[in-house]
């Protein structure tokens, strides 16, 4: 899925998305770097980018502008800040639950944040954190028929998929 939709209150807000020339929508574009499709479809407008976190970025921050009607370049790029802030936080929270359910308590800081990077990616259309965090439960199964250390075995499970998320914080 390379698409968000976003609803809109009506369509008189498409002109205000697209602003004087292209200038808001351009700068939309710029600062989330999804593509903004503005079309014939009644009441919504598509965001369209490979990369889902960019995508949840850009569906953030364009229902944010929609509710508060601040559709100048300068209000998009603060909005769009503070939803990558937001989404970081999420990420951080979403790895540190994940850590949690495995009992992972020893961890490089960073961690939790590349865990939960996860949850906004995908591999053959199953969300990779969930999908780590099965095969983390199944990793400890196996290593406990084997005779092997749970904790460590279920450790690595739920990191075996790291390396499908982009290194470095999603804004950087």
Not at 50 to 61: I, N, Q, S, T
Not at 104 to 119: F, I
Not at 125 to 138: K, T
Not at 165 to 172: I, K, L, S, V
Request: proline share 3%; with cysteine.
């Amino acid at each position: 899925m390379t698409t968000s939709s976003v609803a809109l209150p009506n369509e008189g807000i498409k002109s205000r998305i697209i602003g004087k020339e292209g200038r808001n929508v351009r700068a939309f574009e710029l600062a989330t770097g999804v593509k903004v499709v503005v079309d014939d479809t009644p009441d919504t407008v598509l965001l369209s980018s490979y990369d889902p976190a960019r995508r949840e970025v850009a569906a953030r921050a364009m229902a944010q502008l929609i509710a508060d009607g601040g559709f100048t370049p300068n209000r998009i790029e603060e909005v769009v800040e503070k939803c990558q802030g937001e989404l970081d936080e999420d990420m951080i929270r979403e790895g540190q639950a994940a850590l949690a359910i495995i009992g992972a308590t020893e961890h490089h800081q960073d961690l939790p944040y590349y865990v939960g990077m996860l949850k906004y990616r995908a591999s053959y259309g199953q969300n990779l954190l969930q999908h780590s965090l099965e095969v983390a439960q199944l990793a400890r199964s196996v290593a406990r028929t084997l005779h092997l250390n749970e904790d460590l075995v279920e450790a690595i499970a739920l990191a075996h998929d790291l390396g499908h998320t982009p290194f470095g914080h999603a804004g950087q």
